[in-house]
């Protein structure tokens, strides 16, 4: 079963993706998120959401099945291809995955394609580093400079996102951007990811815990449960689903509820 | 089902044991050995078509290179010191002293300098990189990269390793020339004997082609610590214990590399 939105076309589509480690994780997915669209994915821990979100690029190979991001195939296209599609793709990593030994501004020329970033000039680039940042409210002036180790937590996720936008992509993956932040840098995170959505007109999907931001900022949810997808629909829908499961995701009495009756995977 | 031989005891459990311990290991040698091929195969390629960014093969001499001369050198002014020392206790009224100047000369060209230089790197530079480009695994650093649309090995690995090719060569001809010569201070303080009369005994058992061989033995070296170092750091998994763990087996992949690979110098090239 297909699941997908309502817009032009599907800019990332999930085709039957099977994938195990040690146990089953994922186990035939098909989901497909449209031009434009925000999908929030939900589910407990372990569920392989994150697995899903990294078939996107190529940096997990599915066991079986097919990802196509704008109408190319991740796995049967070869290596240029998969070079276009994470050209095309803006990743954002759990923990902000910033390089260790470069600088802020260094992190973010990373963001820029080589071909792209070979024919700027040093001012074009310094721009782009300067505009990524202002996007996601960082002062260039005072960050630039700075080794990732001279950063607090939220700004690392900044950063990690100014060099996920440096590129102008066409779809953005969100990891986790919220964990280990407190509240006001969660609002602030979200609120961010539905500004740079809108400003960029970019397709994204978003992987999160934070059910009551995703539901808040996100066209479309679905929630990914035991590998297969256990609910696809609006943020509405969502909220006054009857299944137990996503019951337990919108309030805590359901989960106190489901911590005793169900078993979820 | 009691008296009936369970797999995993009786004489027949231990020969399966046995075997499936030899399948595997067997399983994960090949495995380490095709993985460290390919790595080689893509460094190549990536050399050829000169995407190696020349900024980082700079950055990587200067920290595997220049940063290694103090310590390369102390450790080899130490080991000239003591295969003088202890070729002389030996030799002492059995061979003319001069013979000292070809023990001290051959020892450090043909074996010292080399396999000690590698030991030293392995300690200050294999062992970096493996923890560096684990950590950068279990971060999800190596995984950025991918997603930026650049490719750790043009970027991580052929710097690490064209820089510490480029560079071993020339430690281990400084460690030669101090190892030699502090081989020959330590002569002419403990045994007395004069620096003519060492390099005069240096000349007599001395090959040219000795030093190419020493030459050789580093270049080899000096490739196959950072191979091995790069391939399990990019290997890593499980955190922080697990970088630990990783850094811990390169190690000693390593240092029996360097070993096994001083072995088969000898019968391929010196007879």
């Known amino acids: 079963m297909s699941i997908s939105g309502n817009g032009s076309g599907p800019v990332i589509e999930y085709r039957n993706v099977f994938k195990a480690f040690d146990i089953p994780v994922l186990s035939g997915i098909s989901l497909s998120v449209e031009d434009g669209e925000m999908v929030a994915l939900f589910g407990p821990s372990g569920t392989g959401k994150s697995v899903l979100l990294k078939t996107t690029i190529a940096l997990v190979t599915p066991d079986r099945g097919d990802v196509t ?67 996601v409210n960082l002062e260039p002036q005072q960050v630039l400079s700075k080794l990732p180790a001279e950063l607090s937590g939220g700004m690392k996720k900044r950063v990690g996102i100014a060099r996920a936008i440096a590129g102008r992509p066409e779809v953005l993956l969100w990891d ?21 959505s809108d400003d960029l007109r970019v397709t994204s999907l978003l992987v999160t815990h934070d059910i009551e931001g995703g539901l808040e900022i996100c066209d479309r949810v679905c929630m990914l449960e035991g590998g297969h997808l256990r609910f696809c629909g609006s943020p509405e829908e969502f909220r006054v689903s009857s299944d137990p499961v996503v019951r337990a995701f919108v309030d805590r009495e359901a989960a106190a509820v489901a911590l005793d009756t169900l078993e979820i995977s | 089902m009691s008296g009936q031989s369970t797999w995993a005891s009786g004489p027949s ?111 200050r530079i294999g062992a970096r990189i493996t923890a560096e480009l684990g950590t950068m695994k279990v971060s999800e650093q ?68 000795d030093m190419f061989y020493s030459l050789m033995k580093a270049l080899v070296f000096g490739a196959a610590i950072p191979l091995i170092a790069v391939h399990m750091g990019l290997r890593t998994t499980g955190g922080a214990e697990g970088v630990g763990r990783t850094t811990t087996h390169s190690v000693v992949f390593m240092t029996l590399t360097i070993l096994v690979l001083d072995a088969m110098f000898p019968p391929l090239f010196l007879n």
Not at chain 2, 20 to 39: F, I
Not at chain 2, 68 to 83: F, P, R
């Open chain 1, 69 to 135: 991001v704008c109408g190319e195939s991740v796995y049967f296209g070869g290596g240029d291809v998969i070079e276009r599609i994470r050209r095309k793709v803006g990743y954002v990593f759990q923990y902000a995955a910033l390089f260790d030994s470069l600088t802020v501004f260094e992190n973010i020329e990373m963001g820029i394609p080589e071909d792209i970033l070979k024919r700027m000039s040093a001012k074009e680039v310094a721009h782009r580093a300067w505009e990524a940042l202002d996007l």
């Open chain 1, 176 to 196: 986790e951007p919220t964990t280990g932040l407190d509240p006001v840098n969660t609002a602030a995170i979200e609120r961010l990811i539905k500004q740079l």
């Open chain 2, 13 to 123: 459990g231990f020969a399966n044991r046995f075997f499936a311990g030899v399948a595997r290991a067997a399983t994960h040698v090949g495995e380490h050995a095709g993985q460290l091929g390919l790595l080689v195969w893509h460094i190549g390629v990536s050399c050829v078509r000169l995407r190696v960014p020349r900024r980082d093969i700079m950055r990587q001499l200067y920290s595997i290179g220049i940063q290694s001369i103090l310590i390369v050198l102390v450790a080899a002014g130490l080991i000239g010191i003591v295969t003088s020392q202890q070729g002389g206790y030996q030799m002492q009224s059995q061979l003319p002293l001069y013979v000292m100047g070809s023990i001290v000369v051959e020892s450090v060209i043909l074996e010292m300098g080399p396999v000690l230089t590698a030991i030293v790197m392995i300690g």
């Open chain 2, 142 to 209: 190596i995984d950025a990269l991918y997603s930026v649309g650049r490719d750790p090995v043009e970027i991580l690995a052929a710097p690490r390793v064209l820089a510490m090719i480029i560079s071993m060569p020339l430690l281990v001809s400084m460690a030669n020339l101090v190892g030699i010569t502090t081989g020959m201070i330590s002569a002419q303080y403990t045994l007395g004997l004069g620096s003519e009369t060492f390099f005069y005994g240096a000349r007599l058992f001395w090959h040219s082609y």
